[in-house]
């Protein structure tokens, strides 16, 4: 089955203690990224990749941290994280050169810091 | 920069009514749009997805248009279905030189709510 996936689904942790958010597609896609929603402010895109080894910042990138060695995961680093950071992170891919790139969400992280 | 508003931001019908939700977007230089759905605490499922070329799109009982000169699509919801209920986001992408960057820009959502 064609899937994004995100682990954990739910994280409470506490102010500074690092933390990586996972995620992997099975796709093939070159392009992945992260987006954050928060009440009244939506979806924010956090951190994108064209492809392997190419990242560039979103448009809240302040506190996160990406990298892209393989084609199929895409982990989120928060390495100090921060209560502003409390929020519900969602992963997403699709096939950047294409006609259809429709976007393909993950599940979804609700990650709590106190 | 590219704003999407979404109209109204609540919408409750009851159960068989047909229901219009309004997206519009400030810069029509979008590559594609796409409507998505998303229940509480769960993450996005596409709904359909309009190229900037295309005037509509269909699945099942929903219809999308797009207008791109004016900055607006409609989400069509025929006969609706308490199953319906949930929060209805449109977001658009940005054409960059023919190949999109991918980034999506969403609107606030209307939340929907159908009764029986």
């Known amino acids: 089955e064609a899937q994004v996936t995100q682990n954990p689904r739910y994280l409470i942790t506490v102010t500074g203690k690092k933390l990586t958010v996972t995620c992997s597609q099975n796709m093939n896609h070159e392009y992945m990224s992260w987006y954050r929603q928060d009440p009244g402010l939506g979806l924010r895109q956090i951190y994108y990749?064209?492809?392997?080894?190419?990242?560039d910042k979103g448009d809240v990138p302040e506190g996160y941290k990406v990298s892209r060695k393989e084609k199929r995961n895409f982990p989120l680093i928060l390495e100090s994280p921060s209560p502003n950071q409390t929020s519900l992170y969602f992963c997403?891919?699709?096939?950047?050169?294409?006609?259809?790139?429709?976007?393909?969400f993950g599940p979804g992280t609700r990650l709590t810091v106190l | 920069k590219q704003e999407v508003t979404q109209i109204p931001a609540a919408l409750s019908v009851p159960e068989g009514e047909n229901l219009v939700l309004n997206c519009s977007f400030t810069?029509?230089?979008?590559?594609?749009l796409q409507w998505f759905r998303q229940d509480p605490g769960k993450g996005l499922t596409s709904l359909l997805l309009?190229?900037?070329?295309?005037r509509e799109q269909t699945s099942g009982r929903l219809n999308a248009s797009l207008d791109k000169s004016s900055g607006r699509s409609t989400l069509y919801i025929a006969a609706s279905q308490p199953g319906d209920s949930a929060t209805y986001l449109c977001a658009v992408t940005m054409n960059a030189g023919g190949t999109s960057y991918g980034k999506l820009t969403f609107g606030q959502g209307t939340i929907l709510t159908v009764h029986p």
């Open positions: 810069d029509s230089a979008i590559y594609n």
């Open positions: 309009i190229q900037s070329s295309q």
């Open positions: 990749s064209m492809n392997v080894e190419v990242t």
């Open positions: 997403a891919s699709s096939r950047e050169r294409s006609l259809y790139n429709e976007q393909f």
